[in-house]
C-alpha cells in the first residue's frame, strides 16, 4: 500500500516537472510568432502546408469504398510505439499483433505512463524520418524535412480518430492524469522532430533550460512560502 502511495506522489511530480518543461517549450518556440513577420514565415513554409494536404489527404481516403487504405499502417505505429517505448523505460513488449479488421494489441511485462501513452504524444514514423533526415547529404535534406511534414500531418489525423475519453489506453491512469501528461509530452516530442528535421529552430540550452529552471525556482519559492505560511 505505502508503495503504491510513493508510485503515486512519483507519477504526478513527474507530470510537474513534464508540464514545466513543456510550458518552456512552448514559450520559446512560439516566440516567433509574436510578431508579424513571424506569422508571414510560418505562412509561407512548405512543411506546414505539406502537413496540412497530408491531413487533408487522410480524411478524404476514409470516404473512399472499402475504407482507408492506410489505416493498417496507423494501426501499426500505434503498437510499434507501445513497443518501442516499452524497450526504451524497460518493459520490453510480450506479444504484438496489428489486424486491419481488430486493431492491435501489445503486452507489456508491467505498465507504466510512458509506454502506456506513447502512441498519443511520439509520432513514431515521423521520429525516424527526422533522425534519417539528420545523416542525409545535404542535397537530399529538402526531401526529407517533406517526408517529417507530410508524416507528421498523417499523425496529427490518427491523433484525433483515436484521441477520445473511452480510449482503453487511458483506463489504467485515468483521463485526467493521460490528458495531462500528453499534453505536456506532445510539444517537448514535436519540438525535438522539428529541431531534428530543421524545420523549427528551437534553442534548448540557450532559450528552453534556463526558462525551465526559471519556473523550477518560481515553483520552489511559492511551495516554501506557501507552507511557511500554512505549515
Not at 162 to 173: A, I, P, R, T, V
Amino acid at each position: 500500500m505505502q508503495m503504491r502511495i510513493l508510485l503515486w506522489i512519483f507519477r504526478w511530480v513527474c507530470l510537474v516537472v513534464l508540464v514545466c518543461l513543456a510550458i518552456a517549450v512552448l514559450r520559446i518556440g512560439l516566440t516567433p510568432l509574436r510578431e508579424f513577420h513571424g506569422w508571414k514565415a510560418l505562412g509561407a513554409s512548405n512543411a506546414l502546408w505539406v502537413a496540412g494536404c497530408a491531413f487533408l489527404f487522410r480524411m478524404l481516403l476514409t470516404r473512399i469504398r472499402g475504407g482507408d487504405p492506410l489505416e493498417f499502417l496507423d494501426t501499426l505505429e500505434h503498437e510499434l510505439t507501445h513497443a518501442f517505448t516499452g524497450y526504451l523505460t524497460s518493459a520490453p513488449p510480450v506479444s504484438l499483433t496489428a489486424t486491419l479488421r481488430e486493431g492491435g494489441e501489445v503486452e507489456l511485462p508491467r505498465a507504466n505512463p510512458i509506454a502506456a501513452l506513447s502512441p498519443y504524444f511520439l509520432p513514431l514514423y515521423a521520429t525516424f524520418a527526422a533522425l534519417l533526415t539528420l545523416v542525409m547529404q545535404s542535397g537530399f535534406q529538402h526531401y526529407g524535412r517533406i517526408a517529417v511534414a507530410f508524416l507528421l500531418g498523417s499523425f496529427a489525423y490518427r491523433f484525433l480518430r483515436e484521441f477520445h475519453m473511452g480510449q482503453s489506453d487511458f483506463k489504467q491512469y485515468g483521463f485526467i492524469y493521460s490528458l495531462a501528461f500528453i499534453a505536456a509530452l506532445l510539444p517537448i516530442c514535436l519540438a525535438g522532430i522539428l529541431g531534428a528535421a530543421h524545420l523549427w529552430h528551437i534553442p534548448w540550452h540557450t532559450g528552453v533550460w534556463p526558462l525551465f529552471m526559471e519556473q523550477g525556482q518560481w515553483i520552489s519559492h511559492f511551495l516554501h512560502g506557501f507552507l511557511k505560511k500554512h505549515g
